[in-house]
């Protein structure tokens, strides 16, 4: 279903991958010649991204899940490197500046 919201129809027939990357698990289609050719479901998800956002950061969890929402981007060309994010810590600590 997926599939049909975000690829073309020429896009099935030249060949594709598609990851939908879920909470809990990321599902991979490919495509060639119009049909899905194989399917592989990986059991990591857009959780383990935020679980190691939340570590690497030293922030809570539910704020790193905040931060990947809100600044998360897969193309480079939306990055503003220009842009200072402040990030809650743990504690009575000061936010950081990264």
Known sequence: ASANAVLTREE??????????????????????????HTYELGLGGNNLTNDLSVGLRTPFQEAERLKNLYGSALTSLIDGDNIIEVPTVGDRKPRKV
Do not use: E, N, R
């Open 12 to 37: 099935m027939d030249l060949g594709v991958g598609l990851l939908d990357i879920g909470g809990g698990t990321s599902d991979l289609a490919i495509f060639s010649g119009g049909t899905i050719k």
